[in-house]
């Protein structure tokens, strides 16, 4: 009964190849984000969704696509990865108001090789 | 635009003392700080949130404190213990959007 499960928890794979990570949570949260974690433990938001539209996009390249098929659901592609991407990527959910607190999965390690 | 910084990159307290984290934000107030907690390999796990107009909040043996002058919140955790070790992260919640502090790994030494 995981609240925010992401997969698959590690991905090595060798640069411009394309991959996707996936996210679910059965909170009935209707916000979720995509985070990324660089080496120097520092937590970037990249992407927030409200009710399955794209809110906030942090300057992100548009390699990376992020996509909600519905509310519970928020995956994120990234065509042609490169070197810099490696880090770990963490996917939240949180109701919509500013005193909500957000839930994290345990992330998702990327490794280019 | 807005920062969050959390001053100690690292901190280490002998066990059954107070551990004090400190957060400083620039720019404007949030109406909301929280306070997270962050195992190595998982995701950071909420702990406690305060309001602009609080002073204080306090869980078990967690204390949060926010003053707007100082635009500072300090974290306090009582009775250290060796399970408290973690790296903790201060978030500010604008308009669907978090921005976090670039956190304080506290070690409390037995």
């Known amino acids: 009964d995981t609240a925010v499960s992401q997969t698959p928890k590690y991905l090595v794979t060798q640069m411009g190849n394309d991959k996707s990570i996936k996210c679910e949570q059965n909170?009935?949260?209707?916000?979720m984000y995509w985070y990324k974690q660089d080496s120097k433990k520092f937590l970037k938001i990249m992407f927030s969704?409200?009710?399955?539209?794209?809110?906030i996009n942090e300057t992100v390249p548009n390699r990376f696509s992020p996509k909600s098929p519905d509310k519970a659901h928020l995956n994120l592609h990234i065509n042609s990865l490169e070197l810099g991407d490696s880090a770990v990527y963490f996917c939240?959910?949180?109701?919509?108001?500013?005193?909500?607190?957000?839930?994290f999965g345990d992330g998702t390690r990327l490794s280019i090789l | 635009s807005q920062k969050i910084e959390q001053n100690s990159e690292a901190l280490n307290i002998q066990e059954g003392k107070t551990a004090t984290l400190t957060c400083n934000y620039t720019?404007?107030?949030?109406?909301?700080l929280q306070w997270y907690r962050q195992d190595p390999g998982r995701g950071p796990v909420f702990l406690l949130l305060?309001?602009?107009?609080?002073k204080e909040k306090r869980k078990e043996r967690l204390k949060v404190t926010f003053d707007t002058t100082l635009k500072q919140s300090l974290f306090h955790i009582t009775a250290s213990q060796p399970a408290d070790s973690a790296t903790y992260l201060c978030?500010?919640?604008?308009?669907?959007?978090?921005?976090f502090g670039t956190g304080t790994r506290l070690k409390v030494l037995a």
């Open positions: 939240a959910s949180s109701l919509q108001g500013v005193n909500q607190p957000q839930h």
């Open positions: 909170l009935g949260h209707d916000t």
């Open positions: 969704y409200n009710n399955k539209e794209l809110i």
């Open positions: 720019n404007y107030s949030p109406a909301y």
């Open positions: 305060i309001r602009e107009n609080e």
């Open positions: 978030a500010w919640r604008g308009t669907y959007k978090y921005i």
